[in-house]
């Protein structure tokens, strides 16, 4: 029964789409992730819960499969800031977080001009009673 377990979750794997901009923070790559470590011996694998693993599996399927999305379709493509999903994509993207790094404040530059050590090493200070 683990095997045809092992089965269906390296289908929902492949099946999984992939997001390169979120490298490092793509729910895809951390699905493999899990699934590679849950099932370390592959069909093999003894499962210590298979009705949660069921469980876990639908719930993954319905995700993968926008049942919810159909299910509950949105008025409008936008949040409550009104920001559009093309935006959203670009601030989750890595390029704005290489931009916020590339832009930092006049402090953490001129921390690490004068300091032997770098900001990150520092530690902030306890709030004072």
Known sequence: MSATRYRRFLKLCEEWPRDETKRGRDLGTFLRQRVASAFREGENTQISDPEKCDQMYESLAQINGNVYR???????DTSFTGVTVEECKVLLSGSMQQMDEEKKGLWKTLM??????????VPEKAPEK
Not at 70 to 76: D, E, K, L, S
Not at 113 to 121: A, D, G, I, L, V
């Open 70 to 76: 159909q299910r509950f379709p949105r008025v409008r």
């Open 112 to 121: 690490e001009r004068f300091s032997s050590k770098s900001p990150e090493e």
